[in-house]
């Protein structure tokens, strides 16, 4: 585990202003660590120290518990400064989430205690073998050597007379390959989406996908750094790949009753990365006034002394800076909304206490950020690529290194369609009909 003395956040208030003076630290290099590759494993002890990413932790637990409002302003800030920081930490929370929904209290003590220690949990969750990125071919199989010739024990376990604690004895295998694992690199847990193969029925487990937990550090791990990407080139997002890593069921998560439920699961994970889309538009806006007020020359025709007085191009900045204020107001509004929707409450209470309102908060919350999603994409990839309309010929030099900009918001933009979420919203408009339980919206 990094080994780091992770600062006791308490206030949203406390953590904007870490998140602030850390921003000013990271953006100063954030260029040079593009251009090189180096990977900010200093920057991220840093941010594991500042206690920034336990903000999460249920207060319980001894975390500050904090919204996932304060959550998204903390990662927006952290991308105006340099995007690839911001987003290695996206799984973290995502994960930490999960915990919260769907852990066992064993599982949250745990793992919400290594967090507030200064863990850091990457996903290692897409492939590339299926048809969709939704197919999941890693598998959650029972391991061949602690199963083997225990008939009796599971016949018991299919015919349901099999007692709990046998049951919480078993010992699984993972095997499968992962890919775009982001903070892989860093991480000291991994979690990894699996989908158990158990066609006798004699695990013990509900069928379905689970997440296990798994120490970064296991020898069957493999952790590739391998990610090529032509932006967002410091995430660490590489392969992984999982050669029979041994696990138990105490490192098990079902996903099922955290995705296929109106936990506004899937609306928070969405959040994050709006903030990081808003945050690269925000970083690339003042970028590119930075450049046109000291390093620009107006065009001949304007008639002015400096380009920052040229009308064009002041009117082309208001333009520019709308975009970023829509997409910030709209994340303000979003995270809102997946305030709202979240219930510090196991996931059995809020489904059994009134489903209408749990699944009407729980869509308003997925519309809400899907709006901001579309809005923080456009001004992403619309702002990173007018720094060069506003900026002129040398703003084009390689030495000024404004181009990772737009390859960052070009690359995570990538990361999920918003034509997508154009037609959830207009389902929800036309035909009132809530968005699906995927955990993608």
């Not at 840093?46 to 990662?75: K, M, N, R, W």
């Not at 333009?319 to 219930?343: F, Q």
């Not at 702002?383 to 030495?399: N, W, Y």
Request: net charge negative; aromatic share 6%; charged share 20%.
């Amino acid at each position: 585990m990094t080994v780091v003395t992770a600062e006791r956040i308490t206030t949203a208030d406390q953590a904007v202003r870490i998140a602030t003076e850390l921003a000013e630290l990271f953006a100063a290099g954030a260029a040079e660590r593009d251009l090189s590759r180096r990977l900010p494993h200093e920057e991220l002890d840093q941010l594991s120290a500042s206690g920034l990413l336990a903000i999460t932790v249920p207060a319980e637990f001894g975390g500050a518990d904090l919204p996932p409002s304060v959550v998204a302003e903390v990662v927006r800030i952290l991308a105006a400064a340099d995007p690839n920081i911001a987003q290695v930490p996206h799984s973290h929370f995502v994960y930490l989430n999960l915990l919260r929904l769907a852990g066992t209290r064993a599982q949250q003590r745990d793992y919400f205690g290594k967090v507030l220690a200064g863990a850091r949990i990457a996903n290692a969750q897409s492939e590339r073998s299926g048809a969709t990125v939704a197919d999941i071919s890693t598998v959650l199989r029972l391991d061949d050597e602690t199963s083997a010739g225990d008939a009796e024990s599971s016949q018991a376990v299919v015919t349901g007379g099999a007692d709990a604690a046998r049951i919480e004895a078993r010992r699984f295998v993972v095997e499968g390959t992962k890919y775009y694992c982001t903070g892989s690199l860093f991480a000291d847990v991994l979690a990894v989406l699996t989908r158990l193969d158990d066609p006798q029925g004699i695990s013990g487990l509900e069928p379905g996908e689970y997440v296990a937990f798994v120490p970064a550090l296991e020898p069957e791990v493999r952790i590739v750094d391998d990610w090529d990407a032509l932006g967002q080139r410091t995430t660490g997002s590489g392969t992984v790949e999982f050669a029979a890593v041994r696990v138990g069921h105490e490192q098990l998560v079902s996903r099922a009753s955290a995705v296929n439920a109106p936990t506004g699961y899937g609306a928070f994970a969405q959040l994050l990365h709006a903030a990081i889309d808003a945050g690269i538009a925000r970083g690339a806006l003042a970028a590119a006034a930075e450049f046109v007020r000291t390093r620009s020359r107006p065009w001949f025709e304007a008639e002015v002394a400096h380009a920052a007085d040229d009308p064009l191009v002041v009117q082309r900045f208001g333009e520019l800076a709308v975009a970023v204020a829509a997409a910030e107001s709209t994340l303000i509004v979003a995270g809102a909304a997946v305030d709202a929707a979240v219930r510090p409450r196991a996931v059995a209470e809020v489904a059994d206490a009134h489903p209408d309102a749990s699944i009407d908060g729980g869509a308003h919350a997925s519309i809400a950020v899907a709006t901001a999603k579309i809005l923080a994409d456009r001004a992403a990839n619309e702002v990173s690529a007018a720094i060069f309309e506003v900026g002129g010929t040398r703003s084009a030099a390689a030495g000024h290194r404004l181009d990772h900009f737009w390859r960052n918001a070009r690359t995570h933009t990538l990361h999920d369609p918003v034509r997508w979420k154009y037609q959830h919203i207009g389902r929800a408009v036309l035909h009132n009909r809530p968005p699906p339980l995927h955990g993608v919206i």
